[in-house]
């Protein structure tokens, strides 16, 4: 069934279509990005497009177990927390996503690593990582419709504009072990982000909290709130192009909706290309030199997988969209460069 968002990098914790959500009971583990909330608002966030009434009747009648015991509306989730979830049928779950054989085809082609327990994908930017908000398919559905199978289910998400590494569990034991690690931090993610103007912070880890509840045009938008989400991001320098803009490589050390996107501007250094929270003349003059998309790259995972201590590492390198951006900054600054020798 469909999702409400695509958190960078939480872990995703929904159902499977396709699967048992619509015809049968499922068990769903509560991630680290979605503990604090109501059940009545987490269960309207899971099971998008059942509605509101619907939802606090399965409530209401016990059918909603949290590790195994009644919830009542107001009970607020705790990461881990085991959900049972009724068999409920949503408006768009008329069985297995439709996906087109091109799409699948090109999904297929973006796997980069694959073992018994883990498919990573060097997600396009512009590929949703699951159906919904007028989707009817993303990568996990594609993965599903390719391998029926499989017991495919997403690990963590990556927002839609954002490229790069995405895990996909191919079991349940897998599932759970890695959303183990998210959860304690025990995995290193990188990302490459080109952001607005010269950054003079150096290494700089950001830690403002996020409110990721809030609404804006029936959008949801991430601000820097006291009392929200604890957050923190480490930005570090590898490459300026003057008082245009700069090249950062984020380290996160939580997983929050928009995390990265939010603590460059409130750094007052916008991520390149960001319709939400950038600039508007500067993602318009970036238009023009071929940037026709976010500037932010999932290049690195990393952990060690528990009981075997197996070391996992993989990266992926820039798209050549991004490249070609990075090329055209690197010549306009050695012009710059050659004024001033003259």
Do not use: C
């Not at 998008?48 to 177990?65: A, F, H, T």
Request: charged share 25%; glycine share 10%.
């Amino acid at each position: 069934m469909p999702y409400e968002s695509i958190p960078e990098n939480s872990p995703a914790t929904g159902p499977a279509i396709g699967s048992a959500a619509g015809s049968g009971v499922s068990h769903v583990t509560v991630g680290p990005d979605g503990g604090g909330q109501r059940i009545d608002n987490w269960l309207l966030r899971e099971l998008k497009g059942v509605p509101r009434s619907r939802i606090y009747r399965i409530l209401r009648k016990g059918e909603v177990r949290v590790n195994g015991k009644r919830a009542k509306p107001e009970y607020r989730v705790v990461a881990g927390d085991d959900i049972r979830l009724p068999p409920v049928r949503t408006p768009t779950e008329q069985g297995p996503a439709r996906v087109p054989d091109r799409a699948l085809a090109d999904i297929e082609s973006s796997v980069v690593f694959e073992d018994k327990d883990l498919l990573v994908i060097a997600k396009a930017s512009g590929v949703a990582v699951h159906g919904g908000s007028g989707l009817s398919f993303g990568v996990i559905e594609a993965l599903r419709a390719s391998r029926p199978n499989e017991t495919l289910e997403l690990v963590h998400r990556l927002d839609r504009d954002t490229s790069g590494l995405l895990m996909v569990a191919r079991n349940r034991t897998a599932l759970r072990s890695l959303h183990g690690l998210l959860r304690d931090g025990l995995v290193e993610k990188q990302y490459l982000a080109l952001v607005q103007g010269s950054w003079n912070l150096g290494t700089k880890t950001i830690d403002v909290p996020l409110d990721t509840r809030a609404r804006q045009g029936g959008e949801r938008v991430v601000k820097v709130q006291a009392g929200g989400k604890e957050s923190q991001s480490t930005f570090t320098p590898v490459d300026f192009f003057g008082a245009t803009a700069t090249l950062l490589q984020v380290s996160i050390g939580t997983g929050r909706t928009h995390q990265i996107r939010v603590h460059a501007a409130h750094a007052g250094h916008p991520v390149a290309g960001d319709d939400k929270y950038g600039d508007r003349e500067f993602n318009a003059w970036l238009a023009t030199v071929g940037l026709n998309r976010m500037f932010l790259h999932a290049q690195t995972l990393s952990f060690e997988w528990p009981g075997s201590g197996k070391v996992f590492s993989l990266s992926v390198p820039l798209t050549s969209e991004l490249v070609a951006i990075i090329d055209h900054l690197t010549a306009e600054r050695s012009k710059r460069s050659s004024r001033r020798r003259r």
